[in-house]
């Protein structure tokens, strides 16, 4: 009889009789994404908008860390039929999973690349006057009649028209002839600061502006901007960051649900014999009787190294702090105030979750949720709930 072939182990052997590997066994750490709540947290915004006003999705930075192409087919599911992105390349990408909807590229026109935006079908956000005659002129020599979307400038000082720029455009009749239809966008400065005359300012320039555009769609809200009231409404609101879980409205309580969560398996427990230093550089001390316990998670996972000696996590209903500096693929905790029952090897430590929130994470590194988000690493076994074909 021919012996088995190392490929092929001999029935009944160890190796056939060994259970199959699972990518979250070994992978170091285990990202949840939550598309049902991403949904959820969608039809909450848009239940906040006056009636008439669309709600848009923005998945751009790959969903804001979350997988672009999952969270806007999720939300496409939904009812949502414009999204928008920032790169060009997102828009290639995206565009041919979401045939009916608007796919809304933030960057702008490539010139060279007009003829690739009109055969994927992408709505450039045309961001100067330079733009604005380009798509111009090629869908007019084209004989297409696209959307548009004219990005108008009035406080961020960034991208969009300056505000006589945009004036100059609506009192040129022609200008947007070869366009189906247009949308006059703009984007606030400081909407998650309601009490701040910024958002009064750029209000009232953006309305000047509108006024001169009387066929067009208007957009002005990003997710703070739909807490602000009715008056940012308008056509079309753009939230993003509170899609995914983040607190729009700042030092008040999350009106979104919590949609991602961080597991780092334990894969090492120590106690301390005797008082000495934790990690590189020496920057944290443990007496002896402490017990640290080392996590397969770092920077190279988008774990900020700011959360070094700042951060904390948790196991079961214990909190522990982060002792010693994050380092390229482990932290490490300080669990001395945990059982030893409560803290093994293959245990798991949540570093996002129900007792962490993103925006929780982002004070404690000195940044923002969106950070923590965008930085969420490729490492990282995912797996999502409530995903859709």
């Known amino acids: 009889m021919a012996a088995a072939r190392p490929s092929e182990p001999a029935e009944g052997s160890a190796a056939s009789a060994a259970p199959a590997r699972r990518p979250e066994d070994s992978s170091g750490a285990l990202l949840t994404i939550d598309l049902d709540a991403i949904a959820e947290n969608w039809r909450r915004l848009r239940a906040r908008l006056r009636a008439g006003a669309q709600c848009a ?12 192409v999952k969270v806007a087919k999720r939300l496409h599911a939904e009812g949502c039929r414009v999204f928008f992105v920032a790169r060009t390349d997102e828009g290639f990408a995206l565009k041919p999973h979401l045939p009916d909807a608007e796919v809304c590229v933030l960057d702008g026109l490539v010139p060279s690349l007009a003829n690739d935006y009109a055969a994927a079908g992408l709505v450039p956000v045309l961001n100067d006057p330079a733009q604005v005659e380009a798509w ?3 869908c007019v020599a084209n004989e ?15 991208l969009g028209l300056s505000e006589a720029d945009a004036l100059a455009l609506a009192a040129d009749r022609d200008a947007l002839r070869a ?16 009490d701040n005359p910024i958002n009064a300012r750029q209000l009232a320039a953006y309305e000047r502006v509108r006024a001169r555009f009387p066929k067009a769609k208007a957009s002005l809200a990003n997710s703070s901007g739909i807490f602000l009231g ?25 009106p979104m649900r919590r949609a991602v969560q961080l597991l780092a398996r334990v894969i090492a427990v120590r106690e301390v014999d005797k008082a000495g230093t934790v990690g590189y550089g020496a920057t944290a001390r443990i007496g002896a009787g402490g017990r640290i316990a080392t996590i397969a998670v770092g920077y190279a996972d988008g774990y900020l190294r700011s959360l070094s000696n ?4 948790w196991i079961g209903s214990h909190r522990v702090p982060i002792i010693g ?50 930085s969420l690493g490729p490492r990282y076994h995912r797996a999502y709930l409530g995903e859709v074909d």
């Open 57 to 68: 999705g923005v998945v751009k930075a790959d969903g804001y860390g979350c997988g672009a």
């Open 136 to 138: 111009t002129s090629y």
């Open 310 to 313: 700042r951060g904390e996590a």
């Open 179 to 194: 366009f189906s239809d247009a949308m006059v966008m703009s984007h606030l400065v400081v909407s998650e600061e309601p």
């Open 325 to 374: 500096r994050v380092s390229m693929d482990l932290v490490t905790l300080d669990v001395s105030s945990v059982p030893p029952e409560a803290c093994q090897v293959g245990d798991h430590a949540e570093l996002i979750g129900a007792h962490l929130g993103v925006d929780d994470v982002a004070e404690r590194a000195g940044t923002n949720g969106y950070e923590i988000l965008t």
């Open 230 to 254: 009715p008056a940012y409404h308008f056509d079309l609101a753009r939230p993003g960051y509170a899609l995914y879980g983040g607190n729009p409205t700042p030092g008040k309580p999350n």
């Open 144 to 158: 297409l009649r696209p959307p548009v979307v004219i990005h108008v400038d009035t406080g961020m000082n960034r």
